[in-house]
């Protein structure tokens, strides 16, 4: 059978267009993803470009990885040498094969958020910098965003005193990854594109290499990502883009749905192709998602049908906490697998926050299924796995400071936090690392900051020509740290970690070939660095996800943002509360629109919502809580406005759909039922009652203190108010009686 075979009329001539720019803009389920890897086989396949002519993009590893393995099931080729991956793992790729020319040394090192943080920390240190006043974060995401509008310090404009710090801040930052040989995320891209600029004959190589370069979620691109691939591309360049501008969820970092447009001029494309049958879903939950994504005003607007049944109901439960979501969940998908023949990984649970996945967890655990969180704290970024990271990362690259405080004394080795000071003011002086420094330093404190130093030499001297998992094998026992967490009574799971991570470095290079290709026939360009400084990078740009049911039949658990591009025959899509789902920032903010306008911060969650429901191929859940416990605080959510917004024809309301307050905002709230109250009248009615208090003012009571009204119930003498007093606990009060002042 042909690859063409399978594909619709549209999806055939998108497919089997010549070499000239696209954009394929489409919705859910549509086959876009499906179309980009086709191509990629057929232009192969036709021999019109070889494997290495071919640049593929996409947002997440997940995303990535699935796109190879579309294409090396349609084509019997080596995928490895191909450049198929994430904008940050790509550019990765392109600044290991010209280190040189891009200013880095050879081995630097990748920061992720975390290591980017504690980067900070220790120069606030160094510099004497006051962290209330410029919280790390807040400079972490200064710099991110500059960096994703390509701007260095000196092109920042910056109008206040304020920002001026944070210019000065940002230079100071990237003097000091520069001096360690690191980088972060945004400057793994920055540094690409500027490499590219800088260098004519590099640029006209890889525009002449990539003839074919293909983009997936292109609606979530940001203005820097997009002028690499035109950098990329050239003059002559062909990209091919798929997109959809109702799933665009990242506009908090900077996706620009407007680079569509931006991109039909810039390259001159013909015809927009437009896909509209969904094959992805059944009726009932198409239609749930093409009703909510019209409540939209921003939108380039389409339609998908599907030939597909009507399928069954999205089922819709209220439940009274998160702990009764959870059951609710486990029960479902217990006949899910075992009276409907699912298997557990066609299941897939959904929610806005990685907060929320605790109680299901627990819940799934106490039920004894197998279960996988994507996202959350993930495997390289576990305290232990750091720390054996440090090490590994030290023997690779000397000069990475952040590695050197985070191991120089742990295990504890009797190096006191006075020695690592003293340390730090001669690398200061000295304007080097801290590796480095050690031996330029006098006296006893010397004497343990030079026994570390040979430790590092010494692992690096004998596991010279190890296999990579016994190199790290090695490393985690003679750095101490199985030796220290053995000694730990609740130091077990650690160990089991740590011996994880040699497992996690056979698979890697299994996957990377690096068993098979160990002789020196490596000649491949991209593969001129060590197993060990390409699986340092893996580490960093991948942040393993939980590995612990990797392979397993498990249920998927993820945030609404990670499971875009994915399907699942079953979705549970949960939390969907106000303040929640959509997230409490977004209500009644707006933020700019691609063309200048303003738009409502909630239609990006919409669009998540849309992303959400769209990922469910037969089976639909929706369910949200009265009451929920989140960071340490019971909070009491409305229903979620998304859920009033579905038609109610597909929806069946497993518990009783109360009335709303949707329509006519917080004030015309009736009737609210929280816990044990489930007794009360829970009749709608238009007469809205007078309510002295919005729902979130601050009221004080003489017995009872200050607290804030949640909610109102009941008419006219009998209305009552719920406010929650905080340590005096949630109360119902008679309105009439109550004596309440506004705090
Ligand atoms: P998303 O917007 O969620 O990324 P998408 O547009 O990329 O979705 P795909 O993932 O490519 O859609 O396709 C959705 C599903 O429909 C897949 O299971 C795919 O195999 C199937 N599909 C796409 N086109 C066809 C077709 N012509 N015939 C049969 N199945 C198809
Ligand atoms: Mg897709």
């Given at each position: 059978m042909s690859l063409l075979d399978s594909l619709n009329p549209e999806q055939l001539a998108a497919v089997t267009l010549p070499r000239e720019s696209a954009l394929i803009l489409a919705g859910a389920g549509s086959g876009k993803t499906k179309v980009l890897t086709a191509r990629i086989a057929w232009l192969i396949q036709t021999g019109q470009v070889g494997p290495n002519g071919v640049l593929a993009v996409t947002f997440t590893n997940k995303a990535s990885k699935e796109m190879l393995h579309r294409i090396s099931t349609m084509l019997p080729i080596n995928t490895r040498s191909m450049w198929v991956g994430t904008f940050h793992g790509l550019c990765n790729r392109m600044l290991r094969a010209h280190w040189k020319e891009a200013g880095l040394p050879q081995a630097f090192q990748i920061l992720d958020m975390q290591d980017q943080l504690s980067a900070i920390k220790r120069m606030y240190k160094v510099l004497g910098i006051d962290a209330e006043k410029f919280p790390p974060k807040q400079l972490s995401y200064f710099v991110g965003s500059a960096k994703d509008q390509g701007l260095r310090p000196k092109d920042v404009e910056a109008h206040d005193e304020y920002h001026r710090m944070m210019v000065r801040l940002y230079e100071a930052y990237e003097a000091q990854c520069q001096r360690e040989g690191v980088v972060d995320f945004a400057e793994l891209l920055l540094r690409s594109f500027e490499l590219l600029g800088a260098n004519p004959t590099l640029r006209e190589h890889y525009q002449a290499r990539f003839k074919y370069i293909l983009v997936d979620e292109f609606q979530d691109t940001n203005s820097l990502q997009y002028n690499w691939l035109k950098r990329l591309a050239g003059p002559q360049g062909c990209i091919f883009a798929v997109g959809d501008d109702d799933q665009s969820i990242y506009a908090f970092r900077g996706a620009r749905v407007a680079n569509m447009v931006q991109f039909e001029n810039d390259f001159n494309v013909q015809n927009r192709i437009k896909l509209e049958q969904n094959y992805r879903s059944v009726g009932n939950v198409l239609k749930a998602a093409n009703v909510l994504i019209a409540h939209n005003k921003a939108r380039l607007g389409k339609e998908l049908w599907t030939e597909a049944g009507e399928g069954e109901a999205i089922r819709v439960y209220e439940a009274t906490s998160d702990q009764d979501e959870a059951a609710f969940i486990i029960d479902r998908i217990k006949k899910l697998v075992l009276e409907e023949g699912y298997s557990r990984s066609d299941i897939a649970i959904l929610y806005r926050s990685n907060a929320q996945s605790r109680v299901v967890e627990q819940a799934l655990f106490n039920a004894g299924m197998p279960y996988r969180v994507y996202g959350g704290?993930?495997?390289?970024?576990?305290?232990?796995?750091?720390?054996a990271l440090a090490y590994l990362r030290l023997m690779d690259n000397a000069d990475d400071d952040n590695s050197f405080s985070r191991v120089v004394n742990f295990p504890a080795r009797g190096i006191g936090a006075r020695s690592v000071e003293q340390l730090q003011d001669i690398s200061t002086a000295q304007a080097t690392s801290l590796y480095r420094a050690i031996h330029r330093m006098e006296g006893r404190a010397q004497a343990g900051l030079k026994k570390f130093a040979d430790l590092i030499e010494r692992m690096r001297f004998e596991t010279r020509g190890l296999s990579l998992p016994d190199l790290v094998d090695k490393v985690i026992n003679e750095s101490?740290?199985?030796?220290?967490?053995?000694?730990?009574?609740?130091?077990?799971?650690?160990?089991?970690?740590?011996?994880?991570?040699?497992?996690?470095?056979?698979?890697?290079?299994?996957?990377?070939g690096y068993y098979r290709d160990a002789a020196a026939t490596m000649v491949d360009e991209e593969k001129l660095i060590t197993p060990l400084a390409d699986f340092l990078s893996h580490a960093s740009l991948e942040a393993g996800d939980n590995a612990a049911a990797a392979g397993q039949d498990a249920i998927q658990l993820m945030t609404a943002h990670s499971a875009k591009g994915l399907e699942f025959k079953c979705v549970f899509v949960t939390g969907l509360e106000e303040g929640l789902f959509p997230h409490e920032n977004s209500i009644g903010n707006s933020v700019e629109g691609g063309d200048g306008t303003s738009v409502e911060a909630v239609e990006e969650e919409r669009r998540l919502m849309y992303v959400a429901i769209t990922r469910a191929r037969e089976q639909l859940f929706l369910s949200h809580a009265q009451q929920r416990m989140l960071h340490g605080q019971i909070r009491y959510h409305l229903r979620s406005r998304f859920l009033d917004e579905l038609p109610e024809e597909v929806l069946k309301w497993l518990t009783p759909k109360r009335a709303h307050i949707a329509s006519q905002g917080w004030d015309a709230l009736d009737s609210k039922v929280w816990g044990q109250?489930?007794?009360?009248?829970?009749?709608?009615?238009?007469?809205?009652?007078?309510?002295?208090y919005d729902i979130g003012t601050g009221v004080s009571h003489a017995k009872f203190g200050s607290g804030v009204v949640v909610?109102?119930?009941?008419?006219?003498?009998?209305q009552r108010i719920q406010i929650n007093f905080g340590r005096q606990g949630m109360k119902w009060l008679m309105l009439s009686l109550a004596k309440l002042e506004r705090s």
């Open positions: 704290l993930r495997f390289f970024e576990r305290a232990e796995i750091k720390h101490g740290l199985i030796a220290h967490f053995q000694a730990d009574k609740d130091g077990e799971d650690r160990v089991e970690n740590l011996k994880e991570l040699v497992n996690a470095a056979a698979s890697f290079s299994i996957a990377e109250n489930k007794t009360l009248n829970v009749g709608y009615s238009n007469k809205t009652s007078k309510r002295p909610s109102y119930e009941g008419e006219g003498d009998d």
